[in-house]
């Protein structure tokens, strides 16, 4: 199938034909649980509040990008590849921010987090310089890791048609951004077993994520 025969099937079909391939989407992540499919109903019956906190959430992706790069210049490829993914999600933010206007919606004031909030408090600080730079990539490819997850549910079980697509879109997005973080996490450990501790990610995450899934928030 070439590209324009692959342009001429409909959104509905192409949901098909990538259905197989991401049914073990959470697996390739290594997310320990999966989201339940009935968090989209709340979600598409929450549409300018969900809206909303996805728009900070991007907003929250493009400086935690940012406070990277200010903290780490001296490696002038993830200044690089970090830039990129910074200006993404700050194009995400307005892409976010337009849907809102043209539904009628307002942006409303930004949300606290709990989700990310005892991500933080899991992060480790009291380290060297290095564990707490590797420590901070896999705190952003964790948040990127269930925020594709996240859309991917959303585009799979949202009635909404456009924004079914526009999740879809996203979660592809997300999917490059977790693996750049955690690739680099992997590229700049100096006294760090990344293995092993993105293993410890991965289980607080799992555990942590039980008690969330029934509000209207991105990571809720």
Known sequence: MNANEWEEISFKTKKLCICSYFLNFAAMLGLKLLTDPRWANIAEANLEEILTDHAWCEQK??????????QNSEHQDLVDELTTIALEEMQHFQMVVNIIKERGYTLGRERKDDYVGKLVKFSKKDGSRNQAFIDRLLFAAMIEARSCERFRVLSQNIKDEALAKFYHEL???EATHYTTFLNFARKYAVDVD??????????????LIKSYGNKEAIHG
């Open 61 to 70: 992706a493009a400086s935690n990008a940012i406070t990277l790069i200010t």
């Open 171 to 173: 979660m592809v997005s």
């Open 194 to 207: 990344v293995d092993k501790r993105w293993k410890e990610w991965l289980e607080f995450e799992g555990n």
